[in-house]
């Protein structure tokens, strides 16, 4: 049985260009869904391209009406004084209009210089680098400490907070870098532990527990505020 197969297309809907993630799976009805990561559709194997539009041009309007207030809500949510989350932390945006594109952090502020629509990207560049430099080296030390080799490394898109493979390659979302640090770390133990338990056994939450024994409070916290990290990016 061939795996799901994936692939990035986008239809033209009145009005506007909407792209999606076209996921052909095992599945046997059709289903779209707008998820954090942006438009899915995932269909079984043997429905043809022609049915699969036709069935996104049924929910058109739907569809657009979801994704206007995803826009409108992201465009409010970065403007000046708004509350941009890093390690835990509300740091409020203050925005300084320039050709200079830069960020830094005074305390508990962002100050980022740029154009206006240049601001979410500088920030979520910023973010980026951030957790570049801190989320691969928190699952290694989870990975050392059970004697384990593996390749780490970030993870872009999805609403998965980690990943790992049977061949030791550990993907954490970066988008984690707005969480507290023992909450990342539960991620980084989390996805760790998979290098002994490629499932989600006792065997391997006793693992996890031995990692880092805030999981449990980790995970909820991911629940309750995990909606607010992810831009889907
Ligand atoms: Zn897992």
Not at 3 to 12: C, F, L, N
Not at 41 to 49: A, D, K
Not at 134 to 142: Q, T
């Amino acid at each position: 049985m061939p795996g799901p197969s994936r692939q990035a297309r986008t239809i033209r809907l009145p009005g506007r260009d909407v792209a999606y993630l076209l996921t052909r799976s095992r599945r046997r009805t059709l289903a779209l869904s707008v998820g954090i990561s942006g438009v899915r559709v995932n269909v079984p194997y043997w429905v043809t391209l022609r049915e699969i539009e036709g069935f996104i041009r049924e929910r058109a309007e739907w569809l657009q009406q979801i994704l206007e207030r995803r826009e409108a809500a992201q465009a409010t949510r970065l403007a000046d004084g708004s509350t941009v989350w890093y390690l835990g932390r509300a740091l409020k945006l203050r925005c300084f209009p320039g050709l200079f594109e830069e960020v830094r952090r005074v305390r508990h502020e962002l100050w980022v210089s740029g154009a206006g629509e240049a601001v979410p990207d500088l920030i979520a560049e910023w973010l980026r680098r951030k957790a570049a430099q801190l989320l691969p080296r928190r699952a290694l030390r989870y990975g050392r400490r059970l004697g384990r080799r593996c390749e780490t490394g970030l993870m872009t898109g999805g609403s998965r907070w980690g990943s790992c493979t049977a061949r030791g390659r550990i993907r954490l979302n970066w988008q984690l870098i707005g969480a507290p640090l023992w909450v990342i770390d539960y991620v980084a133990a989390h996805e760790a532990a998979h290098l002994l338990h490629l499932d989600h056994s006792p065997r391997f939450w006793s693992q996890v527990e031995a990692l880092h024994p805030r999981w449990r409070e980790a995970r909820n916290w991911l629940k309750a505020h995990g909606d607010t990290l992810l831009t889907g990016d």
